[in-house]
Every structure is written in structure tokens, then in C-alpha cells.
């Protein structure tokens, strides 16, 4: 058995935090500057350029990519053999990191503690969101962290379909819920697809594909396709950057499915603005 | 077309500007987003004095990041205007002429926009950081304990700005999907 020190795991986290919340990732760097080059509107040209000036001022002064600093979700992979010292202090250990994370880097903090009558702000945006999740093939830890801002998560929607609708009734829900909501996300956004499971678990995987590298296509090829297609249909609908017209509504489409219920067909989507923050790193123990 | 424009705003300025015009704004506006909102309607109902003079003003829908020392700003953006659709009328029967925010609102608030004659403004969101460059002072001036939102003063020069409503009923985002 191989012990990390949950010391190790914070400042990983608050590394982590610091390096999403100034640097734009270089999957959404390349895809918004080919996207600018193909872009034949000049408005849209124009504000995919400021996307990118941002992301270079974002880096250099550490300002925030987005004033909305986000939710924190925590994705943490543990590999074969791995013990965490302390381990039941986990989220009290990730929430200190967010704590201090945003407190020395001078980011926003969003979270209110009630969520219907007092909405007082946490003044430190904990609680993060924490996931745990065995890796067999790992040497060590793996922490994935994700900042998602309001204004995109309120564009999250779920429908239990049935299981004699096929990919067009998907195809729709999806063009519908982007021509009604798009603009109140930050577009380009990248579309995040949940398939399968059940109704809890599909808005999770609608989350992780909205989350996943943009070079990463479906290995399966039928959902690859599904992918291609509604990536297309999206940007045919020509809203485009800040919804002021253009061909670059969204920069990608992702799904994620897994097996589901023969009565079911869970289908979740999550909209990510184009200021995506995510980081990622590994503590190995070979 | 761009067009420069100063706050407050009068009614010459903003009678002629047309759905889709670039605007450079410079002066005083006014951060506030759904909490402050509810406050400023509160006071209004229960006739208390306001945090500031909604006449001819500018309010930006923002809850900006926290100024790091030895710079002007932090992180500054349009958040979404949709949430405020309800809380808009008592503003703008006191006069308010102009508000930025990003995306589309509800036909109702679009009408009542129309016949108080504010003009709403979109910034694009998500660039912040480029947008903190546009400011030159920022503070606090109401209802601290909101924290990110509490209303803020903030003056900018040369804000980068769209006209998405015009008085005369014009919507920016129908009109983009149009010339498609």
C-alpha cells in the first residue's frame, strides 16, 4: 500500500484552480483560432480575436479569464494499491484548498449557503464539488478540476426519453434547448451530452463531455457521427459569437453514454461557455 | 456604425442608435445583478433613497472579481440579462436609460424597454480580462455584504459595446440571424 499525504492533495488542488482560472486550454486556443480563420463574419471574427487577446492578458497579468470564477468540481482518479492519509477529511482538506485558492488569487467567490430563503454568499466559494472514482490503471492519483460559472449551468437540461425515440429526437431536444438558451451562455460554447444510466448519473456524464479535451473524438463511431452532426446543425443555425451571427455557435459536441434501464433513455445536456476552465495532474507512485 | 457615447444619458443620445451599432461608452455606470436588484425595489417601494440616481443612468449587469493590489480592476463581464427580465420595470419607470448585460430577454421586457425608452447594450461576455482594461475606477457603494453583488460604481473609458435593443423595437439577435 503506497500513502499520499493529503497535504499533497491541497496544494495539487490549488495549483490546479490557479492555472485554469488564468489559462485558457490549448484544445480551446486552437479550436477558436481555426475557428476565427474559417469565420467569413466580420463581427464574429472580431470577437473570437478578443476571446483569444483575453486568454493572452488572462496569463500574463492574472486576471481572470471570466470574472464568474466559478463552481469548483474536484474529479479525483485513484490507482491500484493507493491509501490517502487522513482520507475522511477529503472534502474538508479540497474545500480549504478552494478557500485559499481564491482568496490568494483573488477570485470571485459565488456560493451562497442557502439556496432558496437566505442565499448568504460563503465569502470563500466552498463547498467544492467532489468525486472519487477508482482507476485500475493508474500509478498513483489523478485530480481534474473543473470551474463552471453560473450563467452556463443554468443552461443544464434533462429528458427522460423513451427508448423507441431514436438519435433525431435527441438531435431536437438539443437544437432546441441551444436556439432558446444559447445566448444567455457565452457562445462559442462547447456542448456537453449525457446518454444512458439514470437520471442522477446522466447529467454527470453531460458535464464530463462538456469538460472532455476537444481533440478527443467518440471512440464509438456512431456516436462520433451523432457528434459531427449536431456540432453542424448547431452552427447552420448561424447565432454565432455573443449570438451576433456567424458560422461559430458551438466549438464542439460531446457525448458520453452508458448502458441505461430498458425502460429508459436518460439524455442530458450541459452547455460550457468558451472561457473553459479546466487543469489537470497526476501524483505517480510508481 | 460606432458611435462614442457619455453617461449619463440623455435622450438625444439615444433616440437615433439602431440595433447592431458599436458603441464606445465612457463615464459612470453602475454595477448591480439580481441581489441588488431586489434591494433597489425594495427601497423603491418603500420610498427610501436610493444608492444612486437611476435617472439617466447606466446599469451593468456584473458581479466583478476582486481588485488585486496594484491594478485598477479585476475581472470584469456582462452576466445573464434573462434573470433580471423581472426586476427591470420599477428601474425604468425612474428614468434608468440603459443597461448592459449579455444574451436575449423575454418579449415582455423587450416592449417595456421599448416604452421607456432604455436602451439595453450587450458586452460580448467571457473576455474579463480584456474588458478590466476598459475601467479606471471601481467601488463598492451599497449593500456590502453581497459581496460580488453589491452595487458597484464603476468608471470606464472606452467600453466596447453592441446595441441589442434599440427604442424602436429593433433586436440585435434577430437581426444576425437574418443577414445569415
Known sequence: MKIIKITKIKNQIKKLIKTASFNLPEDITDSIRQACSAEKNNTAKKILELILKNSEIAAKKKIPLCQDCGNVYIDIKIGENICIEKFSFLQDMADEAVAEAYKENYLRKSIVSDPLFDRINTKDNTPAYLSIVPADTLDGLEINVFLKGGGSENCSFLYMLTPSDSADAIISKVLDAVRQNVTKSCPPVIIGIGIGATSSKVTELARKAAFRNLKIRNADDKYKILENSILEKINNTGIGPAGLGGMTTALAVNIEYMPCHMATLPVAVSFACHSLRRASSKILLP | ?180
Open chain 2, 1 to 180: 456604425m460606432t458611435q462614442r457615447l457619455k453617461t449619463p444619458l440623455k435622450e438625444d443620445d439615444i433616440s437615433s442608435l439602431k440595433a447592431g451599432d458599436e458603441i464606445i461608452l465612457s463615464g459612470i455606470i453602475y454595477g448591480a445583478r439580481d441581489a441588488a436588484h431586489k434591494r433597489i425595489i425594495e427601497s423603491i417601494n418603500s420610498n427610501q433613497k436610493l444608492p444612486f440616481e437611476l435617472k439617466g443612468s447606466v446599469i451593468f449587469y456584473v458581479g466583478p472579481s476582486p481588485v488585486p493590489p496594484g491594478r485598477k480592476s479585476g475581472a470584469v463581464g456582462p452576466t445573464t440579462s434573462a434573470r433580471m427580465d423581472s426586476l427591470t420595470e420599477p428601474l425604468l419607470k425612474k428614468g434608468l436609460m440603459g443597461i448592459i448585460g449579455k444574451g436575449d430577454r423575454n418579449n415582455h421586457l423587450r416592449k417595456l424597454m421599448q416604452k421607456y425608452k432604455c436602451i439595453y447594450f450587450i458586452a460580448p461576455g467571457g473576455i474579463s480580462a480584456f474588458l478590466a482594461s476598459k475601467i479606471k475606477d471601481i467601488k463598492e457603494i451599497a449593500y456590502n455584504d453581497l459581496g460580488p453583488e453589491a452595487v458597484f460604481e464603476i468608471e470606464v473609458k472606452d467600453f466596447p459595446l453592441f446595441v441589442a435593443y434599440d427604442i424602436q423595437g429593433n433586436n440585435i439577435f434577430e437581426l444576425a440571424l437574418r443577414r445569415e
